[in-house]
């Protein structure tokens, strides 16, 4: 390939730097392509939409501090329309792909990262125009998000043959799960949502020393990071917590989260748990792995939906680099297996009686530090970004 020719352009449907994991993960991504990036002799530009003023200020801030970003054309496009109506929505949509289109042609990239749904259904129309390679990082089950939050039908069935007609344009899919039926000739490489090794550690020592510090080294600790979303079966795993802090009294939860802590204190009052038993707090991405670490378990509850059968949450990479065993459920189809698999936590079926498994759970992984290792080492070798950047890269670099 012409070296003049190596453009390559991410699309995000959202700011940089925002709550969530989304942001999050997009952050990871352009940081440690950066280095292939410059290894390859690509021309890399990142396209953001929706952005507020707010957002664009405080968004150009984080940028002159993210020397990664750097090497990275970027654009931040305002957003002009409030949210909410659907009427909204599609101007919202309509201006987005002239938009589009306007940028696609001044940075005239030989490839397209549509990072996310919304970003692959404003670029696909455009590829046999302008001749690019299109690659869509899958984040999800998009169409079953829609029925679960209650979609019309028409939305619905409007939504789904845009995402088939969109797909039919694609050269690469990158799926979160290595279990997505995408259909015949589609190729499709599992990328999980992998940690930022820089960010997250395990020191046993440092464990310790924390755990001492907040005189939890006699407690068993469980530790919930994330959101209050409907996926995250909140209320199970409260509901899990009230059973195994009956059982043992001297058992303590530690909820890491940057979103209002209500809904988690309404919860926590429902099941009776006492307020000396739960500490919520909210940290800096980079101080979240020093106060997890301590955890004996953390929290992944998931129910039966399609939506969580096709994800990877980041809070699991997370939590077995911070040296944290993982218990979850059978409904994330790559996870579960992967913990069976490696003795990397415990997976329980939802119940209204845990009495059985609790003892079990207790059992084996209070102050476990062989198996906080274990989880640990597995992550630097399977799960951090440094180590599966290259390889990654490597899908992207064969256009």
């Known amino acids: 390939m012409n070296s003049n020719n190596k453009k390559i352009l991410f699309l995000i449907y959202s700011p940089l730097f925002t709550k969530g994991g989304h942001s999050k993960n997009f952050l990871n991504l352009i940081k440690h392509f950066e280095p292939e990036i410059r290894k390859n002799n690509y021309e890399a530009a990142i396209l953001s939409y929706n952005n507020t003023a707010k957002d664009i200020s405080n968004n150009k801030l984080n940028i002159l501090d993210n020397t990664p970003l750097q090497t990275y054309k970027i654009k931040l496009l305002?957003?002009?329309?409030?949210?909410?109506?659907?009427?909204?929505?599609?101007?919202?949509?309509?201006?987005?792909?002239?938009?589009?289109?306007?940028?696609?042609?001044?940075?005239?990239?030989?490839?397209?990262?549509?990072?996310?749904?919304?970003?692959?259904?404003?670029?696909?129309?455009?590829?046999?125009?302008?001749?690019?390679?299109?690659?869509?990082?899958?984040?999800?089950?998009?169409?079953?998000?829609?029925?679960?939050?209650?979609?019309?039908?028409?939305?619905?069935?409007?939504?789904?043959?845009?995402?088939?007609?969109?797909?039919?344009?694609?050269?690469?899919?990158?799926?979160?799960?290595?279990?997505?039926?995408?259909?015949?000739?589609?190729?499709?490489?599992?990328?999980?949502?992998?940690?930022?090794?820089?960010?997250?550690?395990?020191?046993?020592?440092?464990?310790?020393?924390?755990?001492?510090?907040?005189?939890?080294?006699?407690?068993?600790?469980?530790?919930?990071?994330?959101?209050?979303?409907?996926?995250?079966?909140?209320?199970?795993?409260?509901?899990?917590?009230?059973?195994?802090?009956?059982?043992?009294p001297s058992s303590f939860f530690i909820i890491i989260t940057e979103y209002e802590s209500n809904k988690f204190v309404t919860l926590l009052n429902k099941y009776n748990i006492p307020a000396t038993s739960y500490l919520i707090t909210s940290l800096k991405q980079n101080e979240i792995a020093d106060l997890q670490q301590i955890a004996d378990m953390g929290f992944l509850l998931r129910e039966d939906l399609p939506l969580n059968h096709n994800s990877f949450p980041t809070k699991f990479a997370e939590y077995l680099a911070s040296g944290v065993p993982v218990l979850t459920t059978p409904h994330i189809h790559s996870i579960a297996p992967m913990i069976l698999e490696n003795n990397l936590g415990q997976v329980i079926e939802i119940k209204d009686d845990y009495s059985v498994v609790i003892p079990e759970i207790y059992r084996q992984y209070f102050h476990n530090l062989e198996n906080k290792m274990h989880c640990s080492e597995f992550a630097k070798s399977e799960l951090m970004w440094q180590k599966k950047a290259s390889d990654i890269f490597n899908f992207i670099n064969q256009f």
């Open 78 to 248: 305002k957003r002009h329309l409030p949210a909410g109506k659907v009427v909204y929505k599609i101007m919202r949509y309509i201006l987005h792909f002239f938009q589009t289109f306007y940028w696609l042609i001044f940075y005239h990239p030989k490839i397209v990262y549509a990072y996310s749904d919304s970003s692959l259904y404003l670029s696909f129309a455009f590829k046999r125009l302008l001749n690019f390679k299109l690659i869509y990082d899958m984040r999800g089950d998009a169409i079953n998000e829609l029925k679960v939050q209650g979609a019309s039908n028409i939305y619905l069935k409007l939504s789904s043959y845009l995402n088939n007609l969109a797909l039919k344009f694609v050269d690469l899919i990158f799926t979160v799960t290595s279990e997505n039926k995408l259909g015949r000739g589609i190729t499709s490489v599992a990328k999980y949502n992998y940690y930022d090794g820089e960010t997250f550690l395990y020191s046993e020592k440092r464990a310790i020393e924390k755990k001492k510090e907040f005189k939890l080294e006699d407690k068993f600790v469980f530790v919930y990071t994330g959101n209050a979303h409907y996926y995250q079966f909140l209320e199970g795993t409260i509901k899990f917590y009230s059973q195994f802090q009956n059982k043992y």
